[in-house]
């Protein structure tokens, strides 16, 4: 597979947007497609924040970025990318449609992957003339400063190109994950999804605000798992006795009935107004940027504390740090 030098963006929301400003920062040229006519206004300002949060991650030198072009439509896009990247709404038809085009005009070889939170991705390319060139790669939002991405084959795939991604992804800073089990919502987004169940059951319930249950994560747990995950801090609390200590002391509470599990709360229209009110109040008055901004600065750093112990994250950020020092000695 030929080194990537331009990158082909379907759909150009916050997840396309945090892919382009990734890639161009590493020197690929994008060619972006949206059909919502304020695509490029909210595009742009994905990039602006992106590049403000670039000047503060990281101490290797940034040199000149990939350029940035729009076309009218997702086949024109496509045209001369190496690698296509889809980040279109999460609904399987409009995704086969979003290939089938592309399709018409991508090179044989041109690699393409799916933003897609949980989507299987052997639905997904089922009616594809070229399956076996489509894998999942499941960014994080902020894609620009989160490293993980999800790779995930269908049936269809061929293994060459998650070997590909393994080294693309980590090339331009990322962590790649290859689940290597193909399941709905893979690996993050399960976790992720049970933890805000939970919440939205405590909401509904009158337990607690969003305030206080944002709380009960940011100030403990939170923080824990920006250097460790569930597995390995629970096997740290288990003292000298690890994992099996914790599951002989907490094992027997998992059967409690803590947790609604897989029940959800119907999501009416007080309901979800009231959700909505509690998360706005919490916002208090800053807008969608002004919050990214907030974030980005605090995601900056706690993964430059944790490049000081070359620890996570900042592992990562570390190796990614030094490849860009190479190549601007390179030059």
Known sequence: MNSIETVA???????????????????????VFDPAP???????????????????LTDAPRGSK??????????????????????????????????????TTAADDAIITSSTSGIMPSDLQAEMTHPERLMVAHPFNPVYLLPLVELV???????????????????????????????????????????????????????????????????????????????????LAGGEGGMRAMLAMFGPCLEWPWTKLMDVPELTDDFVNEVGDQCEKQAAGLNPRELE??????????????????WGAGKTLARYEAKMGRAANDD
């Not at 089990?181 to 509904?204: K, N, P, T």
């Not at 901004?293 to 070359?310: F, H, M, S, T, V």
Request: charged share 25%.
């Open 66 to 103: 990939g350029s940035v072009t729009w076309h009218d439509t997702a086949a024109q896009a496509a045209q001369g990318a190496q690698l296509i990247i889809e980040s279109v709404p999460e609904r399987p038809d409009i995704k086969r449609a979003v290939y089938a085009e592309i399709e």
């Open 293 to 310: 901004r907030i974030r980005d600065d605090n995601l900056i750093a706690i993964q430059r504390a944790l490049k000081g112990n070359d």
């Open 153 to 235: 084959a269908g049936t269809q795939t061929d293994n060459k190109y998650i070997e590909w991604g393994k080294t693309f992804f980590a090339d331009i800073g990322m962590h790649p994950l290859h689940c290597r089990v193909e399941i709905a919502g893979f690996l993050s987004d399960r976790l992720q999804e049970a933890l805000w169940r939970e919440a939205l059951w405590l909401l509904h319930d009158k337990v607690a605000t969003a305030d206080e249950i944002d709380a009960a994560i940011a100030y403990g747990p939170g923080l824990r798992w920006a250097q460790m995950g569930t597995m390995q801090t629970f096997h």
């Open 9 to 31: 963006i379907i759909g150009g929301g916050v997840i396309g947007g945090g892919w382009a400003a990734r890639l161009i920062e590493n020197h690929i040229d994008v060619r």
């Open 38 to 56: 304020d695509a490029k206004d909210k595009f742009d300002a994905v990039l602006a924040n992106a590049d403000r949060a670039y000047a503060g």
